[in-house]
């Protein structure tokens, strides 16, 4: 499966591997394939240091009910540290994270919403791995640019999925990106020190717009006055020199999901001192009731608690809930 990777800084997020053996396919179209995801990394990553320099931006979030909700973003990053601000309703966190610390403004659960902003921004890259079977590469047009479309298949685990990235012919930058249930339109690319970049995002899920993005980068003169950008009685983070993971003690699957194929729902959670998870919520990807039973079940979970220096900590978690078919 291909890995999705923000791409200013390189930040890796979730690369799933098979052992499935991949089906024939024709060796000089993957060849070309894997070649035209190389063109596209090396544009749209910097393989220099870069300046400092300020990403601004704009989000709204659709939800399946019709409800509209907006929210602002900003990063600053330099060499060793970055500040990290988003806004979005009642939510409002602002984090710095230096070599040696995190320092934010006291911590408060992420919306699933800026989650999937987290997903999104600045860009969207991978790599094909072995899980991949490329089938052919086709012309097209897309916004109005000649276009190169990589139709794959991707087997991972009891899934497969058709998919589809298509990179822009000239420039050689990801268009779209359509993975199975997501599909992300990037747009309205600039050059930023020597990166192409986009400026407009828009994702789908399950053929529904649920996020529209609009970016904005810009060099910072000078050094980053940290000190004036730290907020007011905030919160130290130390890193951790010994850190151990949360460990499952109890996490029961459901037995079925009803009539149809598989159903697997992601919910983000903080796994606590106490090893229970709270906090749980979904970005509904339209079927709320094995969605709402999802974030019931999670609840009841039981971890060993993650360790930080001896001490156990609050985590972040994604953890998935996989509803067979009956």
């Known amino acids: 499966m291909l890995a999705f990777i923000r791409a ?23 060849v070309e394939a894997v070649r035209l995801m190389e063109r596209a990394n090396a544009v749209s990553r910097a393989a220099h240091i870069m300046p400092n320099y300020k990403l601004e931006g704009t989000f709204r979030a659709y939800g399946l009910d019709g409800a509209i909700q907006s929210g602002t973003f900003n990063i600053i990053y330099s060499v060793d540290s970055e500040r990290y601000e988003t806004v979005f309703g009642n939510y409002h966190a602002i984090s710095l994270h230096f070599p040696d610390r995190i320092v934010q403004n006291g911590y408060e659960p992420p919306p699933p919403e800026t989650l999937e902003l987290d997903g999104l921004t600045p860009l969207i890259l991978g790599r094909f791995d072995g899980s991949d079977t490329i089938h052919s590469i086709k012309p097209a047009t897309l916004f109005g640019r000649r276009a190169r479309c990589i139709q794959f298949e991707t087997v991972n685990g009891r899934t497969r999925q058709s ?28 050059a930023f020190e020597g990166v192409l970049l986009p400026g407009h995002l828009r994702h789908y899920i399950n053929g529904k717009l649920r996020m529209e993005v609009e970016q904005k980068f810009s060099v910072i003169d000078g050094a980053v006055d940290w000190a004036a950008l730290t907020p007011p009685n905030p919160d130290t983070l130390r890193q951790c020199k010994q850190y151990r993971r949360p460990i499952i003690q109890s996490a029961p699957q459901p037995t079925s999901a009803g009539a149809g194929p598989w159903y697997d729902v992601q919910v983000h959670g903080v796994i606590g001192p106490d090893g229970h998870v709270s906090e749980a919520a979904v970005l509904t990807n339209g079927r709320p ?33 996989h509803f067979p078919p009956q």
């Open 8 to 30: 200013v800084p390189v930040l890796p997020l979730i690369l799933l591997a098979s052992t499935t053996q991949l089906r024939a396919q024709d060796m000089p179209v993957r």
């Open 163 to 190: 998919n589809e990235i298509c990179v822009d012919e000239e420039q050689g930058n990801v268009i779209r990106w359509n993975v199975g249930e997501d599909l992300v339109d990037s747009t309205d690319y600039l």
């Open 289 to 321: 009731e094995l969605e709402q039973q999802a974030v019931q079940i999670v609840s009841g979970w039981i971890f060993s608690p993650g360790v930080c220096n001896g001490k156990p900590v609050p985590v972040d978690a994604q953890l998935v809930v």
